[in-house]
């Protein structure tokens, strides 16, 4: 960055590698959504600096007060300098990204939480953590500038170069600008990969995927309660059956989002990966190729499945089992065996009647494996069909 001093004011001009970058990522395809509290805000001057901004940036961010920030991110972090609150709020931007954007845009969530030069000394490191997200997965950046080394404007433009190349990388753009990283910095970088880890699912190499509310991947679970799904879209009924589910069961409840289904198509590669967006930055969820609940009992023993009352009806409908009521039977003793339940919610059908689990047909004997979520705990008559219908 090339400074002039003119008359006591400060004049930034903006070098030629950064402005072709910033070209660069202007003509690509793709949106991206920026938060960034701490530093980083010359980055995005520099990104509407350039003609072209409209195409690439969707909204800015900047929750620099702590009430802010906890708003944006949903919770109030554990740290708010980390490399999981970086994580988290590029999850929560690439969410808000994808709400934005209509039609198939690959959408991307750029955050930065830093901790740099003030008016006033720290007693910490100074620091930042950048993460970008997009459906093939999260990477985050670490940098630990040496303390001292440099003014304010120093640090924030080591730390904007470092957002500018975080979002070239995103954006799958070669061209990097040069970092001015000092012996006594620290500098780190850590790569989660969606694709590789679907992949697996579909080679029959492993049997969930999983991903924490961070973007990184997790290697096993042991679920108390889930809630399982296609998610075409993840709604509000969603969200408030597993608030409830957890309440009464006094139990954390996962998303499992099924990518083989017993009565529908299996999900392609690429929209899973378009799903898994919902998640982004705010829930843990599983991916599956278990197409029945008798196939999730054998990968989660021990585990409540909340469902909705058209999930539970169908699972005590012989044709999802070969059109065989011995099979259905042999099916639903190995779910009790292995542990696990149901936990059912009411509903209102189209004709408004009114369902709850004590008017299911369970066969004599299994009546105990669903139990009911009162209507007066929960109630939501809108299903995702119907959202894609009223689209």
């Known amino acids: 960055m090339l400074v002039r001093e003119v008359k006591d004011v400060t ?14 990522l202007h003509d690509s395809p793709g949106r991206v959504m920026v938060a960034t509290a701490g530093a980083g805000t010359q980055a995005l ?64 969530g750029l955050a930065c939480t830093a901790t740099i030069i003030t008016d006033r000394p720290k007693r910490g490191e100074h620091r930042a953590h950048v993460a970008s997200w997009t459906r093939n997965g999260v990477t985050c950046y670490s940098l630990h500038l040496s303390k001292g080394a440099r003014d304010r404007y120093g640090e924030e433009e080591v730390v904007s170069r470092l957002m500018l190349n975080a979002l070239a990388k995103a954006y799958g753009i070669d061209t990097r600008i040069s970092l001015p990283l000092l012996d006594s910095d620290r500098y ?37 309660a889930m809630l399982s799904g296609a998610f075409n879209p993840l709604h509000s009924g969603h969200l408030r059956l597993a608030e409830t589910a957890a309440e009464i069961l006094d139990q954390e409840v996962i998303f499992e989002l099924t990518a083989v289904n017993a009565d529908k198509p299996s999900l392609e590669k690429t929209e899973i990966l378009h799903r ?49 009521q011995d099979q259905m039977l042999s099916a639903l003793a190995e779910i009790r065996e292995r542990g696990c339940c149901f936990l059912v919610a009411s509903r209102r059908d189209s004709q408004g009647i009114f369902h709850d689990a004590s008017g299911l047909s369970v066969p004599e004997g299994y009546r105990d494996l669903f139990k009911i979520i009162p209507a007066g705990r929960f109630r939501h008559d809108i299903s995702s069909t119907e959202l894609r219908t009223d689209e």
């Open 188 to 224: 780190s970088y850590v790569e989660d990969d969606f694709v590789g880890a679907v992949d697996h699912l579909y080679q029959e190499n492993a049997e969930v995927c999983i991903i924490r509310a961070d973007g990184s991947l997790q290697k096993g679970i042991n679920p108390k």
């Open 276 to 324: 898994l967006l919902q998640f982004a930055g705010r829930y843990l969820v599983v991916v599956s190729n278990a197409p029945t609940f008798v196939a999730k009992a054998r990968l989660f023993p021990g585990t409540t499945f909340v469902t909705g009352y058209d999930t539970a009806e169908r699972i005590l409908q012989p044709r999802f089992y070969a059109d065989s």
């Open 11 to 24: 004049i930034t001009i903006m070098e030629t590698e950064v402005r072709q970058l910033i070209q660069e």
């Open 45 to 108: 001057a520099w990104l509407l600096g350039v003609a072209g901004a409209s195409r690439t940036l969707l909204e800015a961010l900047i929750p620099y007060e702590e009430t802010s920030f906890n708003a944006f991110l949903g919770q109030a972090p554990k740290k708010y300098v980390s490399p999981n609150t970086a994580r988290l709020m590029a999850g929560r931007a690439v969410t808000r990204a994808q709400q934005l954007c209509q039609g198939d845009v690959e959408v991307i």
